[in-house]
């Protein structure tokens, strides 16, 4: 068997924090860094999450190949930079659309026949993320690329902030906030949501549940694309990068429970203050392993993800 | 479920000893060997997934784990019996642990595959991280990405330096599965593999029966557990060395891969489709035109699309609708008569 690294969301370039020559004195600083820190944790974790969490949310499908989505909008970020298009148009505007597309096509061909069958389609797209990743491979080859970040970063007091993180907070708040807004104020997300809670019952009233389902899809994947384009310049990519996301997605997603915003925002924000409190404390790598061991304990408690006992019935 | 457990023995004997006669002629032994681990490894999800009716998609997790058992205790002790015997055991005791804790939490489907996967997630970051002097079990250095080299292999119990390699390991394996095969045999023919079978149709009425269904899936959990951490052993001791990469998700993936194409639901589906795809991969891997993933990827999608239930239910039932006595016959025949009955009685 090849082996098939897995590369953690590693910085490249600006570290996450560079320690400065004279230690700082005002804890100020610290605590703001961290306080960053912990709204970047979130903000990413939002962001890996909403893809999955729109196509699971409202067609019970879990979709594994989600990560290779998400790989997929890096490249096509990496690919349309290289080719000389700016580099937010890439990543806000081409790689959502080209991911989307791809979504289409895979909901035509695949998952529109396993609706209703829950493991089924987790296996389906479990084959199809290994076909995204064969097929990535073969195009792109086994080699890392990457962008590097367009905002710079800057120092506070004694610490140096990477700048793009902000980016990254704004685009998830934005994210969250348009959701809610197409779902309580369009007739679309009116539609979207009667289909979710009776199918039947739409179809009875005119709209086709079909083609509900064609469009959720398209707009999951597409938000999967904006996630890996944007994260795309602090990884480094390779066509396994996809397996790094997933399990996040997937206990972000779980975790939070049937409503859509609500869950995604608690179980992300328990998630990432959990995660990151371990990282400051002891080590990056404790810090995922904590995440994970969070997952394993919240859902033995609450089987039903937070919004399944708390917050019920929100959106 | 025809036929009784000692037809069942006997035939499996019969066909596993020409098997095991017949397979080294076409394909080299060292392949063999871990075509057989595979089987193995297939069989153990193929259990508990196939009749008990729980999909884990961390079966690589109890896999790894008794390939680590099996190396950390081979170097401590310098000999193979007692290493196995914990390779077999800790990662049922692992499983039991786990799984009284998904099970008695009444997690069901989708939330126990999450569950599963983080746990192989964790296993497989720690075992990633554990590069530093400081991870030392005994005598054993974890060594992190690299794994664990130079361990003490499978010898004849008792007599260390009479090491079992090449076509005789190949023989231990291929005896082993025979072995592993009677067993989950004899334990699905037992009231334990019906009731789990039961489970597997319709809990709620199998626990209105009054059995115990949270205990039942435990302990089938840690029996494929074990089996998994066997065949883990069995595969170190082929590789001679272990890796974190024993815990990945593509591992785990693979696994789910054969027991889909082989056939839930049957003792022989997923050990054919772990052999055969497993054979199928080293075949590919000997050319560079197509991405062996991607071919792995589109035949897990096709088989969900258009053979969901696997190629041995398929073929037995080609099998029964060509040669075996046919159901569908006698019910004409009794319709044909009641039709007689009726119009010229």
Known sequence: ?315 | MTGSLSRDVILTIIVSAILIWIMPLMIATYTLTVLVIYGMLGLSLGLIWGFGGILCFGQAAFFGLGAYTYAIAAINIGESTVPIILAVLVPAVFAALLGAMMFYGRLTDVYLGVITLVVTLILFKFMNSTAGPQYVIGKARMGGFNGIPGFQTLNVPGDPDAYIWGDAYFYVCAVALAIVFVLVSALLRSSFGRIAVGIRENETRIALMGYDVRARKTVLFAVGAAIAGLAGALFANWGEIVTPNLFSLSQSAEIIIWCIVGGLGTRLGPILGAAGLAYLKFLLGQQSMIDNTLIMGLILVLFVLFLPRGIVPALASLWRISFGRRPLGRIHQVRRTRNRERTGG
């Open chain 1, 1 to 315: 068997m090849p082996p098939r690294p897995e590369l953690p969301l590693r910085r490249k370039g600006r570290g996450r924090f560079l320690y400065a020559q004279n230690r700082p004195k005002d804890t100020m600083d610290l605590s703001f860094v961290i306080l960053v820190e912990m709204l970047y944790a979130v903000a990413s974790l939002i962001l890996i999450g909403a893809g999955l969490a729109v196509v699971f949310g409202m067609m019970k499908v879990i979709n594994l190949a989600h990560g290779e989505f998400m790989m997929m909008g890096g490249y096509a970020t990496i690919t349309a930079v290289n080719l000389g298009v700016n580099v937010f148009v890439a990543m806000l505007i081409i790689a959502p659309l080209i991911v989307g597309l791809i979504g289409l096509v895979v909901e035509r061909l695949v998952i529109r026949h396993l609706y209703g069958r829950l493991v089924d389609t987790m296996l389906a797209t479990w084959g199809l993320s290994l076909f995204f990743i064969g097929m990535t491979t073969m195009i792109f080859g086994n080699t890392t690329t990457g962008i590097s970040t367009p905002i710079p970063g800057f120092a506070v007091g004694g610490y140096q902030i990477n700048g793009y993180n902000f980016f990254i907070i704004v685009v998830a708040v934005l994210l969250l906030i348009g959701i809610l807004a197409v779902l309580k104020t369009t007739r679309a997300g009116l539609v979207a949501r009667g289909a979710m809670q009776r199918a039947d019952m739409a179809a009875s009233l005119g709209y086709s549940p079909d083609r509900i389902y064609m469009a959720t899809f398209f707009c999951g994947s597409a938000l999967s694309g904006l996630a890996g384009a944007v994260l795309a310049p602090l990884v480094g990519l390779v066509p396994t990068s996809g397996g790094a996301y997933i399990a996040k997605a997937f206990i972000t997603v779980i975790a939070g429970g049937p409503s859509l915003v609500a869950g995604l925002l608690s179980s992300a924000g328990f998630f990432g203050i959990v995660s990151r409190i371990f990282t400051f404390a002891i080590s990056p790598v404790i810090g995922e392993v904590a995440l994970l061991v969070a997952a394993v304990i919240l859902l033995r408690l609450l089987p039903q993800g937070i919004t399944g006992r708390f917050l019920t019935g929100r959106l």
